[in-house]
């Protein structure tokens, strides 16, 4: 056998030695992976948000101290020791970043409530602004209701009669409203031609001539205002009488005192002016007996005073 020959048969021996030995206690692969796998368990963040990770590493250490203790090839042993670190790695890795996602979920959803409930504050804050301003005009209408009931202006001049070192203010007025009165109803009477059959049956003609003819005798009749009285009379009586010529029985015209009224405006001056006014961004209302200028003369609390 030739010196080549005898070293390749050595060497070729050596690597079949190698193949099959076993796995010796502190081995550095095997050292390796069980640091890994050990610390990933002892982080809190692998086990809350990369727990399938990890059980996957710890599955794949088991598996690399079964094949050892079996006797197993190196080669195995390490590639599956490699493999549990790797996955301890990787459980690692996504659980930082799961729970850097989970801590920035967490802040905008407290900003987002934060935020809800400020809103809810203000509208809160508002809703209690409306109701003042709503009560306090409530309590004016109540007051100027009540007024009005009794004296339309007495008892709300007293109320709005200027204190004694009452501390003033200018209000601007944005709206007036003159108030007048209700119209008063004139009525009078005063003769008007009835016929007791049919309204075209009448004779105009007859009672224009015989209202000629009445007038001038009851005009002879008396003198002054029963004059006067008399001659209206005979108009009517004549008018009445012409009014029948040539009808024979058919009907009657006769003269009847009629009842007419109409609607007057009592005056042009109003009753009253209607005054709305603003104060400290809050709308007011009054009642005043003179027009007011552009302003008017308020308390701190916006009631008028004169």
């Known amino acids: 056998m030739s010196r080549n020959s005898a070293k390749s048969i050595v060497m070729l021996a050596a690597l079949a030695a190698a193949g099959c030995a076993t796995v010796l206690p ?48 190196v080669e195995t042993v390490h590639q599956l020791a490699t493999l549990a670190s790797q996955r301890a790695a990787v ?50 209408a109540r007051r100027v209701a009540s007024a009005m009931r009794t004296d339309p202006y007495s008892s709300t001049m007293n109320d709005y009669r200027r204190r004694e070192n009452e501390r003033l203010y200018e ?32 004779n105009i003609p007859g009672a224009v001539v015989g209202g000629a003819i009445g007038g001038i005798i009851g005009h002879q009749i008396g003198g002054g205002r029963g004059q006067d009285i008399a001659t209206g009379v005979g108009i009517a009586a004549g008018a009445a009488a012409g009014a ?47 027009p007011p200028g552009l302003t008017i003369v308020v308390n701190a609390q916006g009631e008028p005073r004169f």
């Open 91 to 140: 459980a690692q890795r996504l659980a930082r970043t799961r729970a850097d996602e989970a801590a920035l979920l967490a802040q905008r959803q407290a900003s987002d409530a934060q935020l809800s409930a400020d809103a809810a504050r203000r509208q809160a804050e508002a809703a209690q602004v409306q109701a003042a301003a709503a009560q306090r005009q409530a309590e004016e």
């Open 171 to 202: 209000a601007r007025v944005t709206y007036v409203r003159a108030v007048v009165g209700p119209p008063q109803q004139r009525c009078w009477v005063e003769p008007t031609l009835v016929d007791s059959s049919r309204p075209a049956g009448v």
């Open 26 to 73: 502190g081995d550095p692969a095997m050292e390796d992976a069980r640091l890994s796998v050990n610390a990933a368990r002892n982080n809190p963040q692998v086990a809350s948000y990369a727990s399938v990770e990890l059980a996957q590493a710890v599955d794949t250490l088991r598996q690399a101290d079964e094949a050892a203790a079996h006797g197993a090839r």
């Open 244 to 290: 029948n010529v040539g009808r024979g029985s058919e009907g009657l015209v006769y003269s009847q005192d009629v009842q007419h009224c109409e609607f007057m405006p009592t005056s042009a001056q109003p009753d009253y002016w209607d005054v709305t006014y603003v104060f400290n961004g809050y709308e007011h209302r009054t009642q005043m007996t003179t």
